[in-house]
């Protein structure tokens, strides 16, 4: 078993299996989170009888990423190898004083959105806690980086528990102790696993909306047929007046297809007297995919209507652009999974900009 990825709750019941007492388990999470170990042996203030005994079970396992690409404009991309084989990517994103990471929840992701390139591979595979972590833990910029965002390849709601288990571990004192404000989630916001999450963590939230007609959302989102907007949208208000989280909205500016003022009016009357923002992202195009990005004049009408209407709208920079590949599209390529050569992802352009700054 795996030390690496465990909460504090985990490594108690852990300890108590192993006949230790149950402080260890609070001792062994202080190694493993703020102390950055990875060899049970150097954890000196275990006896020597409850180290061997703990290295009989388990053992800690983390990783440095196989690859790292760097933009011209200092955005970061690392890719690092599953434990199934396959690959999945980071990005780390520097602005100002600020250091951005995007991590990946999962290896592809199965809600399919048009214009994504990590729907396009669907889904294979689920990162375990300390998969999703080892993101953070094993990157070079790991102390400096100032707020964690779940942005990469796939759906967090869709792997709940791995999911819960690591947002936990960044805020816990036990685990690294990031406050609650600089970790967001990113999702399209099934309402029956999202209100569980919040349930049990604190961090923040963002949901991707990209459109708000309900019929033409579950074209562009096939994985939310499932369920109405207005669920969401009533579950978001309800949760609002209850804590203080904040809650934000993405949306992909997709040319001719959610770019019209329509949309801006029915967004901006979506999200009205929630205390929120409209964060609008330029669409990346990457091959195979034939949408395309709605232009920055027209982003700027749009998000000046949104504001217009009384509520906050941004729109996201473009970030990595020279480093071309798309959450998503490295991972297809690895040679861990094609058996091929090492790729690069070539002409293909996209989006390591998806994440914010
Ligand atoms: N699955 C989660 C989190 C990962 S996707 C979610 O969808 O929210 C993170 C963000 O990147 C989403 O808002 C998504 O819509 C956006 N995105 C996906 N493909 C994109 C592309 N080609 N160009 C720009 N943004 C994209
Ligand atoms: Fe999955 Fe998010 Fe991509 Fe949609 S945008 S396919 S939910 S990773």
């Known amino acids: 078993?795996?030390?690496?990825?465990?909460?504090?709750?985990?490594?108690?019941?852990?300890?108590?299996?192993?006949?230790?007492?149950?402080?260890?388990?609070?001792?062994?999470?202080?190694?493993?989170?703020?102390?950055?170990?990875?060899?049970?042996?150097?954890?000196t203030n275990l006896s020597r009888a409850d180290r061997g005994r703990l290295k009989e079970v388990a053992e800690i396992r983390v990783s440095a990423p196989v690859e790292e690409r760097v933009s011209a404009d200092g955005?970061?991309?690392?890719?690092?190898?599953?434990?199934?084989?396959?690959?999945v990517e980071a990005a780390m994103i520097p602005d100002g004083d600020r250091r951005t990471l995007c991590l990946s929840s999962q290896v592809g992701c199965r809600v399919g959105c048009r214009f994504c390139a990590t729907g396009a591979m669907r889904l294979r595979g689920n990162l375990s806690a300390g998969e999703i972590l080892n993101q953070y833990r094993s990157i070079p910029e790991r102390d400096q980086i100032t707020n964690i965002v779940y942005m990469g390849m796939g759906e967090p709601l869709d792997n709940l528990p791995a999911v819960v288990d690591s947002a936990r571990l960044f805020t816990a004192p036990t685990g690294y102790g990031?406050?609650?404000?600089?970790?967001?989630?990113?999702?399209?916001?099934?309402?029956?696993?999202?209100?569980?999450?919040?349930?049990?963590?604190?961090?923040?939230?963002?949901?991707?909306?990209?459109t708000p007609f309900e019929e033409e959302r579950r074209g562009l989102i096939p994985g939310t047929r499932g369920y109405d907007l207005a669920e969401l949208m009533q579950m978001l208000r309800r949760r609002a007046r209850e804590d203080s989280r904040r809650v934000s909205f993405e949306y992909v500016m997709l040319k001719g297809i959610n770019d019209s003022l329509r949309h801006a009016d029915a967004t901006a009357n979506l999200v009205r007297g929630m205390r929120t923002r409209v964060n609008l992202i330029p669409f990346h195009p990457w091959e195979g995919n034939e949408m395309e990005p709605s232009s920055s004049a027209q982003i700027e009408r749009f998000r000046a209507r949104i504001e217009a209407r009384g509520v906050a709208a941004t729109v996201r920079r473009s970030r990595g652009l020279d480093i071309d590949a798309a959450c998503g599209l490295l991972a297809t390529q690895h040679p861990a999974t094609t058996g091929g050569t090492p790729a690069t992802t070539g002409e293909r352009r996209t989006s390591a900009d998806r994440h914010p700054a």
């Open 178 to 210: 990031l406050s609650t404000r600089r970790v967001t989630l990113s999702t399209v916001g099934k309402p029956e696993p999202l209100a569980r999450f919040l349930d049990r963590c604190d961090v923040r939230l963002a949901i991707s909306l990209h």
């Open 1 to 43: 078993m795996n030390l690496y990825g465990m909460t504090l709750e985990g490594l108690q019941a852990l300890a108590a299996k192993l006949d230790m007492p149950r402080y260890r388990g609070e001792q062994i999470a202080r190694w493993l989170y703020s102390g950055h170990f990875d060899s049970i042996d150097g954890m």
């Open 75 to 87: 955005t970061k991309k690392y890719a690092f190898l599953t434990d199934g084989g396959d690959v």
